[in-house]
């Protein structure tokens, strides 16, 4: 999907961006940010060291991922976005990332990325209601990244991690559906998207259980949450 950045104040215009799922091939682009300990300093992952650790992150960690982006500039992947959904009763929550490579900082890429993962991820997965991201209180570039994208911060987790030889404190800054354009859209495809899963639960259900699963459905007991949309 494309996605036009905002006029950029340190140049004439910011590129415009697509989001694409990654391919083994985007390896030594994958290395050009994951390779450099300042895009790493303030994020959960280590760098790698190598093209085989890139390779490898791309193979075990990104393509299983149920959403991680690249962002590409003129078809080129300079950074990646992902938002990844919760299970269970947290189902309604996704944890968002995003990392680019340096010579694109400063280019507005990373508030237009952010909002187009955060639309892209309620179009894929009707139940998620709030993207998440957990940003370290130092990291002044990320947190003003995600209020540009429309991102709330709702408090600050004191002492949440232990990693890279330092306590972190954490704000959790969060997007709420609805927030994004197009939201009369997406809440449209996720009613359909909600509909055919009951249905597809409901052709799996044995027969003579229909009738009791129909008075007391899914659907039925989360039509105010279905309506909302
Ligand atoms: C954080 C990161 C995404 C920011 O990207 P970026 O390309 O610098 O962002 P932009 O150019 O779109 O800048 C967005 C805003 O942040 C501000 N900003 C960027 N870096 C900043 C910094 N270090 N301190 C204060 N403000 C900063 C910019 O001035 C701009 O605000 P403005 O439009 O009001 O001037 C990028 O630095 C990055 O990939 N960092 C490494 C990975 C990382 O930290 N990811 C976040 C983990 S949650």
């Known amino acids: 999907m494309a996605a036009a950045a905002p006029p950029s104040k340190k140049g004439p215009a910011a590129p415009e961006i697509t989001l694409r799922p990654f391919q083994l ?20 992952w280590d760098t790698l060291a190598s093209r085989e650790e890139a390779l490898d992150y791309l193979k075990n960690t990104i393509l299983p991922h149920p959403c991680f ?5 003129g078809g080129r992947p300079v950074g990646y976005v992902s938002v990844r959904p919760r299970t269970g009763t947290k189902r309604c929550r996704g944890r968002g990332s995003c990392s680019f490579a340096r010579e694109y900082w400063g280019r507005e890429i990373a508030p237009a990325a952010v909002r ?16 998440e991201a957990l ?14 994208a429309g991102f709330v911060r709702e408090g600050v987790h004191r002492r949440f991690y232990v990693r890279k030889g330092r306590l972190w404190d954490m704000s959790k800054d969060t997007y709420i559906e609805g927030q994004v354009e197009g939201t009369r859209a997406i ?43």
């Open 116 to 131: 187009a993962m955060a639309a892209e991820a309620f179009r894929e997965f009707p139940e998620l209601e709030r993207v």
């Open 25 to 44: 091939s985007d390896v030594d682009y994958l290395l050009a940010w994951m390779g450099d300990d300042r895009v790493s300093h303030y994020t959960a």
């Open 187 to 229: 809440a449209g495809s996720k009613k359909l998207a909600t509909k055919n899963l009951e249905e597809q639960s409901m052709a799996k259900t044995k027969p003579w259980n229909r009738d009791r699963r129909s008075k007391h459905n899914w659907q039925h007991r989360r039509d105010p949450w279905i309506e909302k949309a």
């Open 69 to 73: 982006r690249a962002v590409c500039v």
């Open 135 to 148: 940003v370290d209180v130092e990291n002044a570039g990320a947190h003003r990244v995600m209020e540009k």
